[in-house]
């Protein structure tokens, strides 16, 4: 079985893009000339002992540390994929404690999930086993909304329009904006406000969100559960990193700094660029990467 090949079509029939999909076939590719030249012995197509050797061959080497980070990025999806196929039986790879750490005082880097992890949050809490809906509701508004956790909170029964699909949002100072809302999201409101939310005693609250206690669910319980799920995931989650993934993506994908502003509901352009032009010059230089 030609291995690479497997992986590449496992990502390709998983509906990655073809840039995506590139990237990480490469990065899979020099890891195992690295193996072939370095590790000849090594049995497995990949090992936790494997992975720190080639790991510490790429900070030996100076390879910067955005491009080491996106290699085990690569890595990690490719101890996935081996996982899946039964081809190995360990989970090598952690990604909050191998990724390279920036030094102190080096240039800013937005923390935000990579495309790769984003597909790992939703992919949990789309599992009804485990996640209630008002839950995995949570996770796509922020996500797919960029709002605060507190606004998140405090948004009522009344922001959300079904017939143009915008929600209105009560910001700091105040402040008033409108989000447009996916048709998925969207969906996914309805089933829960006809589903969970209506056998609550407190389904005649004002608020979306509703706990067991309360008639609003307060933002400690948002920021306690995510740091709860964090380590099934793998991921260090946090309200805020949901408002950061969201900025980041839209920006990459092309969105107008404009737009994106407006939908954070910052007071100005500049706060926006100020924030977050440093994660698109990162992601510039990783696609510049891949030639």
């Known amino acids: 079985m030609n291995l690479l090949k497997e992986f590449q079509r496992w990502l390709v029939e998983d509906g990655k893009a073809k840039q995506t999909t590139d990237s990480y076939v490469s990065d899979v590719k020099q890891f195992q000339l690295y193996l072939t030249e370095k590790v000849a012995d090594e049995q497995q197509p990949l090992s936790r002992f494997s992975f720190v050797r080639y790991k510490q061959h790429l900070l030996d080497h100076e390879f910067k540390i955005s491009t080491i980070n996106k290699k085990v990025n690569s890595l990690k999806v490719f101890n996935d994929f081996l996982q899946l196929k039964g081809l190995v039986d360990g989970n090598y790879i952690q990604l909050r404690k191998d990724r390279v750490q920036i030094a102190s005082g080096s240039e800013q880097v937005v923390e935000a999930l990579t495309d790769a992890e984003v597909e790992r949050v939703l992919a949990f809490v789309g599992d009804e086993a ?4 008002r839950n995995r509701l949570i996770v796509h508004t922020l996500l797919y909304t960029a709002v605060r956790v507190s606004e998140l909170v405090h948004i009522k029964l009344t922001d959300i329009d079904s017939l143009t699909s915008t ?12 989000i447009g809302i996916r048709n998925d999201l969207m ?8 589903g969970e939310r209506k056998e609550s005693k407190f389904h005649e609250s004002e ?3 509703v706990s067991q ?15 709860k799920v964090s380590d099934d995931i793998g991921i260090k989650l946090y309200p805020h990193i949901f408002r950061r993934t969201c900025a980041t993506l839209l920006l990459t994908r092309g969105v107008p700094i404009v737009t994106v502003s407006k939908i954070l509901g910052h007071h100005s352009v500049d706060m926006t660029s100020k924030l977050y032009i440093l ?7 990783l696609a510049l990467d891949l030639l």
Request: no cysteine; charged share 35%; net charge positive.
């Open 167 to 178: 929600l209105v949002v009560r910001g700091k100072g105040g402040k008033v904006r409108e």
């Open 279 to 285: 994660t698109s010059r990162k992601d510039k230089q």
């Open 187 to 194: 969906e996914l409101i309805k089933v829960y406000r006809v």
């Open 207 to 209: 608020y979306l969100f």
């Open 213 to 227: 206690r309360s008639k609003i669910m307060h933002r400690d319980a948002v920021r306690n559960w995510l740091a």
């Open 130 to 133: 485990k996640v209630s809906i």
